[in-house]
Structure formats: structure tokens, C-alpha cells
């Protein structure tokens, strides 16, 4: 049977609770719209554990025989997000001392898959700058590695990070360096700066930007 955690939310404005009148609240349960406080919905003997710790967290609510979710309304991203979860005390000193047994293994483990991560990364880098370079065998070495590590940065969302990006797609390899041209060849990010429209300045400096590409594709 699926289980359906409780939601515990932390109001931007604090409230009082519509059973006892107790408040303002940190943490609250919404009941047919009305606000309850956690001692009247019985979970008031549940302690926060803040998000942060996966492992941690997994001990925690696999112990916790009643646990809940807490969130929060991100107001600039219209949603609600994790804050974390309120679980039986006992099960987070459970927790807590099974994370202290075995901090180290976890440790060895998370550098290991850092390692795998950064070689992966690297992979990815050194291919990107082997394309641009058959596609442009003119364009500098250094200008190559300077785009491939660039648009190929972990966490940037950039081409390099696309799908179309890790898959070499030719169109996604030539946006890459086109955009690298237009930021560090031509006039445009100056004209952004003294307020002229993005489109507008992009047209402007098309004609430059073609130009390199035009050199650097030349053999």
C-alpha cells in the first residue's frame, strides 16, 4: 500500500491555529482551508530535520513509524518547495548514530563518484573541443578549449550540457561558438550596455559574427 505523508507547511505570514487558538505558528497543517496547529493534528511530538542530508534523511523517515513534509511557498517561483521533515525523535538519534557508523564508507564512496563524475565531465569538455575544431579547423586551439569548457560547464545548462550538446549535433556545436563570437569578438555586449534591444544588437552584429565563422571554418 502506498503511503500519503502528511504536508506541513510554513506560512510566509504566521497564523493562529482554528482549533485552539494558539499562535502565531511556525508550521502548520491546512484543514478544509483552515490553519491547524501541529500539537492539535497530532504531530507535535514530531522533531524538523532540515533538508541537506540524503542519508540522513532516508534513515530518518524509514524509521519514523509517522513522519510528514514540511514546505514553503517560493513566492518568486509560484511553487512550493521542500524545507524538510518532521520525524519521531527516536528515529532521528537512530539516524543519526547509523550516519556516525558509517561517515567514512559514505565519504570514500562520495569521492569516488566524484571522481567518476569529473572524468565524465572531462570526456564530455574534450570531445565538444575535437568537434569545434573539425568544424572550424581554423578557429585557435585555445579559443576551442576556451568554448568547449564553457558551454560544457557543469550546472550551466548550456549547449554543451544539452542533449543535442553531448550528442555533437552540429547545430548545437555551431550555436556554441557562434555565441562565444558574439560576446568576445563584436560590439554586442557594449550595446547591451547602452541600452540598445537585445534582437536589435544581434542583428547589428550578425554581419561580424559570420565573418569569423566564415575564417574559421577556411582549412
Not at 4 to 19: I, T, Y
Not at 28 to 57: Q, W
Not at 62 to 82: D, F, I, P, Q
Not at 172 to 186: G, K, L, M, P, Q
Amino acid at each position: 500500500m502506498d503511503l500519503v505523508a502528511p504536508v506541513v507547511v510554513e506560512p510566509l505570514k504566521r497564523r493562529r491555529c482554528s482549533e485552539c487558538r494558539q499562535g502565531p505558528l511556525e508550521r502548520v497543517i491546512v484543514e478544509f482551508n483552515a490553519f491547524v496547529c501541529l500539537d492539535c493534528a497530532d504531530l507535535g511530538h514530531l522533531v524538523f530535520l532540515r533538508r541537506g542530508d540524503t542519508a540522513l534523511t532516508r534513515r530518518a523517515r524509514e524509521g519514523s513509524a509517522l513522519w510528514a513534509v514540511v514546505v514553503r511557498h517560493n513566492r518568486r517561483r509560484t511553487r512550493y518547495e521542500r524545507q524538510g521533515l518532521l520525524v519521531e525523535e527516536s528515529a532521528l538519534r537512530r539516524a543519526e548514530a547509523a550516519c556516525l557508523a558509517d561517515a567514512e564508507a559514505r565519504a570514500r564512496r562520495r569521492a569516488r563518484d566524484a571522481e567518476r563524475r569529473a572524468g565524465r565531465d572531462a570526456e564530455i569538455t574534450a570531445a565538444l573541443e575535437a568537434e569545434i575544431l573539425r568544424l572550424f579547423p581554423s578557429c585557435p586551439s585555445d579559443r576551442a578549449a576556451e568554448i568547449a569548457g564553457h558551454a560544457s560547464a557543469k550546472g550551466s545548462g548550456r549547449v554543451g550540457r544539452t542533449a543535442a550538446g553531448r550528442s555533437l549535433d552540429r547545430g548545437a556545436v555551431t550555436a556554441a561558438v557562434r555565441a562565444a563570437v558574439r560576446h568576445v569578438d563584436t560590439e554586442y555586449d557594449r550595446l547591451l550596455m547602452t541600452g540598445v534591444p537585445r534582437h536589435q544588437a544581434r542583428t547589428r552584429v550578425a554581419p561580424a559574427i559570420e565573418a569569423v565563422l566564415r575564417a574559421w571554418r577556411t582549412d
